[in-house]
C-alpha cells in the first residue's frame, strides 16, 4: 500500500485508481493462483470524483479452453494474413520487448492485446499494426546454449 495513500480516500483521481488497481490486481493474482485460473485480470477502470466500477475477467484453465483459443488464433491468423504463432510472438516498440498475450475477437477494430513485461504496460494493436511490427520488429528468444560460444569471444 502506499503511504501516502493510508486511511480514507476522500476522492478518486487517477492516483488513488493506480493505488486501488495494483491491489486489486494483487489480489486477483492469488485468487487466480488459487484456482488455477488461466486468467484472471483487472480491465478498464472507469471513475468519478466519487464512485468507480471495473471490468475483471477470467477463463478457467483446461483441455477444451486451451484447444478453442488455440483454433481461434490459427482461423484468425489464416483470415487476416498473420502468422500461425504470433499469440506469444515478441516484437520490439520504442525500445521495449512487447509479447502478445491475448486475442480479443469480440474488438474487431484492436483486437490483439501487448504486454510489456519491463514495464507492466498492456497496449492494444490492430492486425495491420502487428504484421508490420513482427515482420519488421519481431524479436526471436535464443538461448544462451544455442550460441556458438567461439564467435562470441572474436
Known sequence: MDPKFQGNFKQFSRQEIAVLRAEIQSALDSIKARYNLKELTLGTINYSM?????KITGKVQNE????????????????????????GAK?????????????????P??????HCEEKNKYLKFTVQSIKQLLEKHRVID???SDVDRERLRE
Open 64 to 87: 477444451l479452453t486451451m484447444s478453442f483459443e488455440q483454433n481461434e488464433a490459427e482461423f484468425f491468423a489464416k483470415q487476416n494474413g498473420l502468422p500461425l504463432d504470433f499469440l
Open 142 to 144: 535464443i538461448g544462451y
Open 109 to 114: 477494430k484492436f483486437p490483439v492485446l501487448g
Open 50 to 54: 466519487v464512485a468507480f466500477n471495473a
Open 91 to 107: 516484437f520490439m516498440l520504442d525500445g521495449d520487448v512487447y509479447t502478445i498475450k491475448k486475442l480479443v475477437i469480440s474488438r
